[in-house]
Nanobody, 117 residues
Framework: QVQVVESGGGLVQPGGSLRLSCAAS????????MGWYRQVPGKQRELVAT??????NYGDSVKARFTIARDNAKNSVYLQMNSLKPEDTAVYFC????????????WGQGTQVTVSS
């Protein structure tokens, strides 16, 4: 069984910073990519950032403000969020993609990020 657990969310003022962490554990092999997505009520889940090997990809609204990083030894991925805006308020989800003969994906339960004064 695979578990994906996010942490680090919370309340922050506009212009502030937060660092999210995500760790995958259990019977997980062949991690190909890891990433962060976010969702607000009534809207579709959207891409924040992904990392596969040395290749990173960011959503347009977070480029130059957010940075994704990965620790392969710990099966973990991190999201450093700077210059936060109220529109960054959402539930942030971690996604893990594995590829061993077949491709599988695993999602965490999400962590709330609220940007407000």
């Amino acid at each position: 069984q695979v578990q994906v657990v996010e942490s680090g969310g919370g309340l922050v003022q506009p212009g502030g910073s937060l660092r999210l962490s995500c760790a995958a554990s259990g019977s997980i092999f062949g991690i190909n990519a890891m990433g962060w997505y976010r969702q607000v009520p009534g809207k579709q889940r959207e891409l924040v950032a992904t990392i596969s090997g040395a290749v990173t990809n960011y959503g347009d609204s977070v480029k130059a403000r957010f940075t994704i990083a990965r620790d392969n030894a710990k099966n973990s991925v991190y999201l450093q969020m700077n210059s936060l805006k109220p529109e960054d308020t959402a539930v942030y989800f971690c996604r893990v993609v594995t590829r061993v003969f077949v491709t599988s994906e695993y999602w965490g339960q999400g962590t709330q990020v609220t940007v407000s004064s």
